[in-house]
């Protein structure tokens, strides 16, 4: 439950200017939480959404699963678009309620049908892996190609993928470097991996080495624990040597 500071009344809330409103929302803090909480309270659907992503991943508050289910079906249900996919992510990893991938791929349909980038990269993953629905790569594809066209980084790595390996598409390694390096350079730590990858197999040392420094200012976890692995199984002595830098010996705890 939130502070006697952090409450909002519907009073301030309709007397608030819209500019301090935005500004005071942007800040993620439990000030945020308190108008949002408000804003929701009366039906409007973005701040269901904003409140309910904020208590899904504890930004600016204690993360609580359950609560941000109950905002973010409200907002889907008013048609917000990102609140439509969060079901999905909800449904898919069992945050707040109970895994289902049937499900997921039903919020994840919903929101790619009408035109958001997330939802079709969500909905392509799932048709890729056959979770909650049947593999279907080619289908996959197209929905990476829409998201991709729209500069979702994540589909273009994906899509770099498919040419690197020749899935559904002839094989193809100069487009699928293009599209690694228009995927790092969007920020997505895989794409930036797959460039580097790319990098050194052209010989371009440096350049790969000053793109993989870049992997562990937005990469997960586990996925730094991947590359530090990967680098330390290298042959080459500075790749072994990155893997020793304080960045990475942190992802390997």
């Excluded at 994840?108 to 049947?134: C, T």
């Amino acid at each position: 439950m939130l502070a006697m500071s952090h409450t909002v009344s519907v009073r301030q809330l309709a007397q608030v200017e819209p500019a301090r409103l935005a500004a005071i929302v942007a800040a993620h803090s439990p000030e945020a939480i308190a108008w949002l909480r408000a804003a929701a309270s009366q039906s409007v659907p973005r701040a269901q959404a904003i409140l309910g992503q904020r208590l899904l991943f504890g930004e600016g508050c204690a993360a609580d699963a359950g609560e941000a289910v109950h905002w973010l079906e409200l907002a889907a249900q008013a048609d917000d678009l990102h609140a439509i996919n969060l079901m999905g992510r909800c449904c898919e990893h069992g945050w707040g309620r109970q895994r289902d991938t049937t499900m997921a791929v039903y919020w994840y349909r919903l929101a790619a049908s009408r035109g958001l980038d997330w939802g079709m990269y969500n909905l392509a993953n799932l048709m890729m892996s056959g979770a909650g629905v049947d593999v279907d790569r080619a289908t996959a594809l197209s929905w990476y190609r829409r998201a991709a066209d729209m500069g979702h980084a994540k589909s273009i790595n994906v899509l770099g993928r498919f040419f690197e390996e020749g899935w559904e598409v002839a094989t193809d390694l100069e487009r699928a470097f293009a599209l690694y390096r228009q995927a790092a350079l969007g920020g997505d730590f895989r794409g930036q991996f797959n460039y580097s990858r790319l990098l050194l197999a052209r010989g371009q040392r440096a350049l790969a080495l000053e793109w993989l420094r870049r992997i562990p200012d937005t990469a997960t976890p586990a996925f730094r624990h991947n590359v530090r692995a990967w680098l330390q199984r290298s042959s080459d002595v500075t790749l072994r040597a990155l893997a020793d830098e304080t960045v990475w010996q942190e992802a390997g705890q």
